[in-house]
């Protein structure tokens, strides 16, 4: 089975500055999707930024962007010119691309990393 | 305005008696699924369906129910809840599995 790491419980940082939020997964798989998903104290889960394994380009999406390195597996996420509407949980998440058919097959979350804006 | 709808989004009830939180999509999805949300454990799947008629557990499905006899709809059913359900729950569809899932607005349960 899969796991993801989240390793940092909480993460604060300047409005303005950068910050970079940590994601490692466990997987024997070679084809799957990568995902950030933004909690935000509404409780809604909204995406953020898709990876999909295959591909070598890093995902970016305005000022979200991720590194990923595949071998290490490793799934980092930088906000750039952060914004007090930055502030909420982030969600690390795995899915695989195999379409199993039976037991769990979902998104593997990790537990989340809680991000504070100081402004 | 593609979405998908829970109900109730709150419920406070007691040990025992039957509920349903029901989950409708309107964007014609294939996969629907039903996560609980718990502190410090982030979202862990109880259920999935990848089509009509067919569903499969997840990583905790014990004490759940599901049932999927029309594409836009997947109820999660408490046939007898215990205080250990008391959760955030998540309903989520997409059009197929791999693809990114939207996600309802979360059901808060409160079971006494």
């Known amino acids: 089975a899969q796991t993801v790491t989240q390793s940092q419980p909480e993460m604060s940082v300047q409005e303005a500055e950068t910050v970079t939020l940590s994601c490692t997964y466990d997987?024997?798989?070679?084809?799957?999707?990568l995902f950030w998903y933004k909690q935000p104290p509404s409780r809604q889960m909204i995406l953020v930024i898709r990876?999909?394994?295959?591909?070598?380009q890093n995902a970016t999406e305005n000022r979200f962007s991720v590194n990923f390195q595949k071998a290490a597996k490793s799934f980092s996420l930088k906000i750039s010119d952060s914004q007090l509407g930055d502030a909420a949980m982030y969600f690390c998440?795995?899915?695989?691309?195999?379409?199993?058919?039976?037991?769990?097959?979902?998104?593997?979350f990790g537990k989340g990393t809680h991000l504070i804006i100081q402004p | 305005e593609a979405q998908v709808t829970q109900n109730p989004r709150y419920l406070i009830t007691v040990t025992g008696k039957k509920l349903t939180v029901t989950c409708s999509q309107n964007?014609?999805?294939?996969?629907m699924s039903w996560y609980r949300q718990d502190p410090g454990l982030g979202l862990r799947q109880i259920y999935y369906?990848?089509?009509?008629?067919?569903?499969d557990k997840g990583d905790v499905p014990e004490g759940y129910k599901v049932s999927r006899k029309e594409k836009r709809n997947f109820p999660l059913i408490l046939e007898s809840p215990s205080p250990n359900q008391t959760s955030l729950y998540f309903c989520?569809?997409?059009?197929?599995?791999?693809?990114?899932?939207?996600f309802g607005d979360g059901t808060r349960l409160s079971i006494l």
């Open positions: 964007m014609n999805h294939e996969y």
């Open positions: 990876q999909e394994a295959y591909k070598q």
């Open positions: 998440a795995y899915r695989s691309a195999l379409w199993s058919g039976g037991g769990a097959d979902g998104l593997t």
């Open positions: 989520a569809s997409s059009l197929w599995g791999s693809q990114p899932q939207h």
């Open positions: 369906s990848m089509n009509v008629e067919v569903t």
């Open positions: 997987t024997s798989e070679s084809d799957y999707y």
